[in-house]
């Protein structure tokens, strides 16, 4: 069982930044998702096991970083020029199966509990 602790969501004005961290219970590739009210939970971005790949959904590319520190097992995901439409509840996950790289939810095997990004206009 993997445990996963995340924080740093709030509320932001459009423009603005918020710096999300994801602590895991070991080390994997890991994942962001989020999920808007109606909406399906989609893909943000992904980080390899080494931390040398990343991965964005094209929504986010060049706003959003992920990085990881491994030696404390923790991902971290940067926004930056946040806009209202990013406004979601954001979710890391890990992908035990050190496969190739994932961007479906029913890839991740665990989850984080989920943070509120909120972003005015």
């Known amino acids: 069982q993997v445990q996963l602790v995340e924080s740093g969501g709030g509320l932001v004005q459009a423009g603005g930044s918020l710096r999300l961290s994801c602590a895991a219970s070991?080390?994997?590739?890991m994942g962001w998702f989020r999920q808007a009210p109606g909406k399906e939970r989609e893909f943000v971005a992904r980080?390899?096991?080494?931390?040398?790949?990343?991965y964005y959904a094209d929504s986010v590319k060049g706003r959003f970083t992920i990085s990881r520190d491994n030696a404390k097992n923790t991902a971290f995901l940067q926004m930056n020029s946040l806009k209202p439409e990013d406004t979601a509840v954001y979710y890391c996950?890990?992908?035990?199966?050190?496969?190739?790289?994932?961007?479906?939810?029913?890839?991740?095997?665990?989850w984080g509990q989920g943070t509120q990004v909120t972003v005015s206009s």
């Open positions: 996950a890990v992908d035990v199966t050190n496969g190739g790289p994932k961007f479906q939810s029913s890839g991740y095997a665990y």
């Open positions: 070991g080390r994997y590739a």
């Open positions: 980080i390899s096991l080494s931390g040398g790949k990343t």
